[in-house]
């Protein structure tokens, strides 16, 4: 890689003499020690002072490609972020989503990825691009020194292990990064439910997975109808995130029994043990069975196979759906301010004997990959992006909107939320305020590209010890609560969700550098035959109109699977469980 800019080469001398002046950062690419602390983590301003965006800034509005295997969204980035970026870098952001089979392929063979690059996990595909030379090399011409400055002195472990994973040299770095390790983050899933109906039925206890649906039943009979005059159901789900399983199957597991997805089957972050999804009595088709049993009840909305990402979130918004397991999806879009007047609310409900998990910080960062594209004509533009999101100004605008506005410090340099930024975190409708310089609604704004650079849950160095969760801020504790979350807290003897859910079983996802390994061609083809079978069969069970054609179903998907090659997959998945295994920190 070439600098681009044609001022390239004086601009990494006049960096370096200024530099080298403040004595605030070294010419070189080498990675500082791995024994990164809060002490040695320099604030947003001296990133910023080490980083002369007036000398990268182009001219004239720049458009830059986002390819996001993870992005629900496709096309140009509105709103208040878009504002933000287009103020600060003078930049445009065009969304390119991997909503359709064969993006990455065209992609590849179009010889651009995009401008900046982001990768679902660090497996197949990234390491694909890598060997097509389709990556930027972060060590080639100073670029991650001189111009992710920010991102090079605290994301050291990051780093480490993307080199670790890429052949020695470093395309980019993982997710969810967090400052250090030996603590777990917020319990993202766990068991959401209509908290006023619950106490209308009488509060019945839950003891395991199979009692919410007699919860569920209940509560149907007492509410039938939703906010829109809609019938009411238990569940609402969709398959736009489907995987090797089907996501919310899966994910049931996680919940409730302490493992990890892991290819086609579980982790268990306990012992290191693997358990295949297709397995007797196991915990996959106990959860599917879960769903089944909702299915016949009348309590799983029937368009659920077809109805997509927004539909399911309008179900939950629309009080159509009473229970989820994902902390993060439903409760937000029902809590709003209107429902919690009204006395209504979502808020967990774990059962006696729910063994959830939940994942330790990882200073070594997650699978979903931040990287450049080799042919981008921007390089130091996108690298100076990357790192200003990594900035915790950076992290916390993306996360709640503009300083100012939705988030901001106090005297004391606690983080807090503002009473706007509060109402939007639980009505995501709502309008940027009219005298803020932004306009539309919150919700269309947020960043379209759906990945993040430090974890919610780790430190912020630049506020008074908090993290960037809000929930935690100091003047998010001192609201004064509705009566509903009240009387949650009172039941639950709790203030906060980590606080419930921590008094039940947890298991803890330990940190570790493991990345998957590429499968062979024939393997690949083989492992594509295979979970597209688990997945079909899947929907179908869930959809059976009796206990015998659930197990007539499941059968036929599990001989199906075995003569496509399951076996092969779940070999592949045991040695590839022992990696990670070997790979976590002790």
């Given at each position: 890689?070439?600098?681009?800019?044609?001022?390239?080469?004086m601009?990494?001398?006049?960096?370096?003499?200024s530099?080298?002046?403040?004595?605030?950062?070294?010419?070189?690419?080498?990675?500082?020690?791995?024994?990164?602390?809060?002490?040695?983590?320099?604030?947003?301003?001296?990133?910023?002072?080490?980083?002369?965006?007036?000398?990268?800034?182009?001219?004239?509005?720049?458009?830059?490609?986002?390819?996001?295997?993870?992005a629900?969204?496709?096309?140009?980035?509105?709103?208040?972020?878009?504002?933000?970026?287009?103020?600060?870098?003078?930049?445009?952001?065009?969304?390119?989503?991997?909503?359709?089979?064969?993006?990455?392929?065209?992609?590849?063979?179009?010889?651009?990825?995009?401008?900046?690059?982001?990768?679902?996990?660090?497996?197949?595909?990234?390491?694909?691009?890598?060997?097509?030379?389709?990556?930027?090399?972060?060590?080639?011409?100073?670029?991650?020194?001189?111009?992710?400055?920010?991102?090079?002195?605290?994301?050291?472990?990051?780093?480490?292990?993307?080199?670790?994973?890429?052949?020695?040299?470093?395309?980019?770095?993982?997710?969810?990064?967090?400052?250090?390790?030996?603590?777990?983050?917020?319990?993202?899933y766990?068991?959401?439910?209509?908290?006023?109906?619950?106490?209308?039925?009488?509060?019945?206890?839950?003891?395991?997975?199979?009692?919410?649906?007699?919860?569920?039943?209940?509560?149907?009979?007492?509410?039938?109808?939703?906010?829109?005059?809609?019938?009411?159901?238990?569940?609402?789900?969709?398959?736009?995130?489907?995987?090797?399983?089907?996501?919310?199957?899966?994910?049931?597991?996680?919940?409730?029994?302490?493992?990890?997805e892991?290819?086609?089957?579980f982790?268990?972050?306990?012992?290191?043990?693997?358990?295949?999804?297709l397995?007797?009595?196991?915990?996959?088709?106990?959860?599917?069975?879960f769903?089944?049993?909702?299915?016949?009840?009348?309590?799983?909305?029937p368009d659920?196979?077809?109805?997509?990402?927004?539909?399911?979130?309008?179900?939950?918004?629309?009080?159509?759906?009473?229970?989820?397991?994902?902390?993060?999806?439903?409760?937000?879009?029902?809590?709003?301010?209107?429902?919690?007047?009204?006395?209504?609310?979502?808020?967990?409900?774990?059962?006696?004997?729910?063994?959830?998990?939940?994942?330790?910080?990882?200073?070594?960062?997650?699978?979903?990959?931040?990287?450049?594209?080799?042919?981008?004509?921007?390089?130091?533009?996108?690298?100076?992006?990357?790192?200003?999101?990594?900035?915790p100004?950076?992290?916390?605008?993306t996360?709640?909107?503009?300083?100012?506005?939705?988030?901001?410090?106090?005297?004391?340099?606690?983080?807090?939320?503002?009473?706007?930024?509060?109402?939007?975190?639980?009505?995501?409708?709502?309008?940027?305020?009219?005298?803020?310089?932004?306009?539309?609604?919150?919700?269309d704004?947020?960043?379209?590209?759906?990945?993040?650079?430090?974890?919610?849950?780790?430190?912020?160095?630049?506020?008074?010890g908090?993290?960037?969760?809000?929930?935690?801020?100091?003047?998010?504790?001192?609201?004064?609560?509705?009566?509903?979350?009240?009387?949650?807290?009172?039941?639950?003897?709790?203030?906060?969700?980590?606080d419930?859910?921590?008094?039940?079983?947890f298991?803890?996802?330990?940190?570790?550098?493991?990345?998957?390994?590429?499968?062979?061609?024939?393997?690949?083809?083989?492992?594509?035959?295979?979970?597209?079978?688990?997945?079909?069969?899947?929907?179908?069970?869930?959809y059976?109109?009796?206990?015998?054609?659930?197990?007539?179903?499941?059968?036929?998907?599990?001989?199906?699977?075995?003569?496509?090659?399951?076996?092969?997959?779940?070999?592949?998945?045991?040695?590839?469980?022992?990696?990670?295994?070997?790979?976590?920190?002790?």
């Amino acid at each position: 890689m070439k600098l681009k800019n044609v001022a390239a080469g004086m601009m990494v001398f006049v960096l370096i003499v200024s530099m080298a002046a403040c004595g605030e950062r070294t010419t070189t690419t080498n990675l500082q020690s791995e024994d990164t602390t809060k002490e040695n983590q320099s604030s947003d301003e001296t990133g910023s002072e080490m980083l002369d965006l007036e000398e990268i800034i182009p001219e004239k509005t720049v458009t830059l490609n986002v390819y996001s295997q993870v992005a629900n969204y496709q096309g140009e980035q509105i709103g208040w972020f878009a504002k933000v970026i287009k103020d600060k870098f003078n930049v445009k952001l065009n969304i390119i989503n991997d909503g359709t089979d064969g993006v990455f392929a065209t992609r590849m063979e179009s010889g651009n990825l995009g401008d900046i690059v982001i990768f679902g996990n660090d497996t197949d595909q990234y390491h694909q691009a890598i060997d097509k030379g389709m990556l930027l090399n972060w060590n080639e011409d100073q670029i991650l020194a001189d111009y992710g400055p920010y991102m090079n002195k605290n994301m050291t472990k990051a780093f480490e292990k993307n080199k670790k994973i890429s052949g020695g040299k470093i395309y980019g770095f993982g997710h969810d990064v967090a400052v250090k390790k030996n603590s777990y983050g917020e319990f993202e899933y766990h068991p959401d439910i209509r908290w006023d109906l619950y106490q209308k039925i009488g509060s019945p206890n839950v003891d395991t997975l199979e009692d919410y649906v007699n919860v569920l039943k209940k509560m149907k009979e007492i509410c039938p109808k939703s906010d829109s005059g809609k019938e009411t159901y238990g569940v609402s789900l969709f398959n736009d995130w489907d995987g090797d399983m089907v996501m919310f199957v899966k994910a049931t597991a996680t919940n409730f029994f302490g493992v990890d997805e892991f290819g086609v089957g579980f982790y268990d972050a306990e012992t290191g043990d693997f358990q295949g999804c297709l397995e007797d009595n196991g915990y996959y088709t106990r959860c599917l069975k879960f769903y089944n049993s909702l299915y016949r009840e009348g309590l799983l909305d029937p368009d659920s196979m077809t109805q997509g990402y927004d539909g399911c979130m309008e179900d939950y918004k629309d009080g159509t759906a009473f229970f989820c397991i994902f902390g993060w999806m439903a409760a937000p879009l029902y809590n709003s301010t209107e429902h919690v007047n009204q006395g209504k609310m979502m808020l967990p409900l774990a059962a006696k004997e729910q063994d959830t998990l939940v994942y330790g910080l990882n200073t070594n960062g997650n699978n979903r990959v931040w990287a450049i594209g080799e042919n981008t004509q921007h390089p130091e533009l996108c690298m100076a992006i990357i790192n200003w999101l990594c900035t915790p100004e950076g992290r916390l605008i993306t996360e709640y909107g503009p300083k100012g506005v939705c988030w901001d410090y106090d005297e004391k340099r606690n983080a807090l939320i503002t009473d706007f930024g509060y109402e939007v975190k639980n009505s995501a409708e709502l309008k940027m305020p009219e005298d803020s310089g932004y306009d539309g609604l919150w919700k269309d704004g947020c960043p379209q590209f759906n990945n993040t650079t430090w974890s919610l849950y780790t430190e912020n160095p630049e506020s008074n010890g908090e993290t960037y969760y809000y929930k935690y801020w100091p003047n998010v504790l001192a609201r004064k609560v509705s009566p509903v979350e009240k009387s949650w807290r009172e039941a639950t003897k709790s203030i906060t969700s980590k606080d419930y859910l921590s008094k039940f079983k947890f298991s803890v996802s330990k940190p570790n550098t493991y990345s998957a390994s590429i499968k062979s061609d024939e393997l690949d083809t083989t492992y594509n035959q295979v979970t597209k079978c688990i997945k079909d069969g899947s929907w179908q069970a869930i959809y059976a109109k009796s206990d015998e054609e659930f197990n007539r179903i499941v059968e036929k998907m599990k001989t199906e699977a075995a003569s496509y090659g399951y076996q092969q997959c779940i070999d592949w998945c045991k040695r590839e469980a022992k990696l990670r295994k070997a790979s976590e920190e002790k």
